[in-house]
């Protein structure tokens, strides 16, 4: 039998050209596309011909609509092993909390190829549609990059927020916007000075892009008041601050 092959594509953040030349090409040539609601899937229609392709929402929806990761992974497979080409096209970068590598495992588990195009991450590019960076020579020497998906304290969380609040150097949050508050009260509790510069940009990258700065302690009030949704990053630390100097 002769399988077709899936290629996981980083579509970058959000407007369409900010995708590689790589993932551009696959989904060119690919016979079955999987998007999501990230990236550039609202536009395929601008820059490839999906006449002759069949397209497959697999969205999680944030609160919402979700398309569980059995079904995109037997999805992938299904068509694959029908000797398809596959796309699964990403928002962002198919390995930055894009849950990537459990599609490749499971291409791998069914004896088919599996290729990683790399996308440009939201947590470094949408902060610079804002006009801050990440780091900075005589600021930060370093940032972290953190899923706001679950509230510090929950017993499934990873994430060591108090000792994040520590550390030092920039903090990134995606998939944070629900639990800004908590994350935010935990920050100060842990000893970060509420006059630390931060932004938080919703829909980077996009016509639609908004962006808004606050030193922490007011950050989650400033998110509520302009009425903040997904999806949104917000920078946490002093380059923060340089948009407005």
Known sequence: MNFGTVTLVGGGPGDWDLMTIRGLRALETADVILTDHLGPSSQLEDFIDVSAKVVIDVSKLPYGKQVA???TNALLVQHATAGRDVVRLKGGDPFVFG????????CAAAG???????????AVSVPAAADVPV???GITHSFTVVSGHLPPGHSNSLV???AL???GGTIVVIMGVKNARAICDCLLDSGLAPDTPTAVIQEGQTPRQRAFYAPLSHLADVMENEAVVSP???VIGEVAGLAHT
């Not at 849950?99 to 499971?106: D, I, K, L, S, T």
């Not at 088919?112 to 939201?122: A, F, R, W």
């Open 99 to 106: 849950r990537g590598f459990e599609e490749v495992q499971a």
């Open 165 to 167: 609040a520590r550390v």
């Open 232 to 234: 949104a990053v917000y």
């Open 135 to 137: 780091t900075q020579r």
């Open 69 to 71: 990761q059995e079904r």
């Open 160 to 162: 060591n927020w108090p």
């Open 112 to 122: 088919i190829k599996c290729v990683v195009v790399p996308g440009v991450t939201s």
